[in-house]
T-cell receptor, first 109, second 113 residues
Framework: GIQVEQSPPDLILQEGANSTLRCNFSDSVNNLQWFHQNPWGQLINLFYIPSGTKQNGRLSATTVATERYSLLYISSSQTTDSGVYFCAVFTSNDYKLSFGAGTTVTVRA | DAEITQSPRHKITETGRQVTLACHQTWNHNNMFWYRQDLGHGLRLIHYSYGVQDTNKGEVSDGYSVSRSNTEDLPLTLESAASSQTSVYFC????????????FGSGTRLTVV
């Protein structure tokens, strides 16, 4: 099956710092999602981004489908940004999401 | 409002017991999925269903079973619980052939002692 790799596995930030999270995938995909898992364990969809760039407040994402990677940018980080960020890819042949192992982000005040 | 609910939220069971985790959705979605979340692995697919009476194995299906007798429910059964099945379990549903509208439950934390 398709392989999804995220880096770095852990990230510690000082409040106000910027950061970039990376997701590499091994095959062509129909769509890609970024999720944030909050401290209560809830998975919150951040972006559907099969290609191009999208922005939502302090978060933005870019997917370069031809090179099989996606980046999630966090600007001016806040303590509420802490949690685990997952990249997941979707292929239409089986309607399934395949997840990376996640990046654990800790933002310190 | 439509939703997807999992129960129980937390469960402790003993090795060798049969355990069933419930998943109920009111989105009227055709597709339902069970994932487990473990540190260092992200979410891994256990079983999935594309409709009533349809079930399929995912990448980590050994020791688990599901049945789909109606659109709303996909219960996950651990036939004989093992300590390696201690994990957080997420149910998800989606309406059709793309991932838009893919919705997750709040998870069930299972501990096997």
């Amino acid at each position: 099956g398709i392989q999804v790799e995220q880096s770095p596995p852990d990230l510690i930030l000082q409040e106000g710092a910027n950061s970039t999270l990376r997701c590499n995938f091994s095959d062509s995909v129909n769509n890609l999602q970024w999720f944030h898992q909050n401290p209560w364990g809830q998975l919150i969809n951040l972006f559907y981004i099969p290609s191009g760039t999208k922005q939502n407040g302090r978060l933005s994402a870019t997917t370069v489908a031809t090179e099989r990677y996606s980046l999630l940018y966090i600007s001016s980080s806040q303590t509420t940004d802490s949690g685990v960020y997952f990249c997941a890819v979707f292929t239409s042949n089986d309607y399934k999401l395949s997840f990376g192992a996640g990046t654990t982000v800790t933002v310190r005040a | 409002d439509a939703e997807i609910t999992q129960s129980p939220r937390h469960k402790i069971t003993e090795t060798g017991r049969q355990v069933t985790l419930a998943c109920h959705q009111t989105w009227n979605h055709n597709n339902m999925f069970w994932y487990r979340q473990d540190l260092g692995h992200g979410l891994r697919l256990i079983h999935y269903s594309y409709g009533v009476q349809d079930t399929n194995k995912g990448e980590v299906s050994d020791g688990y079973s599901v049945s789909r007798s109606n659109t709303e429910d996909l219960p996950l059964t651990l036939e004989s619980a093992a300590s390696s099945q201690t994990s957080v379990y997420f149910c998800a549903s989606s309406p059709g052939t793309d991932n838009y509208g893919y919705t997750f439950g709040s998870g069930t934390r299972l501990t096997v002692v």
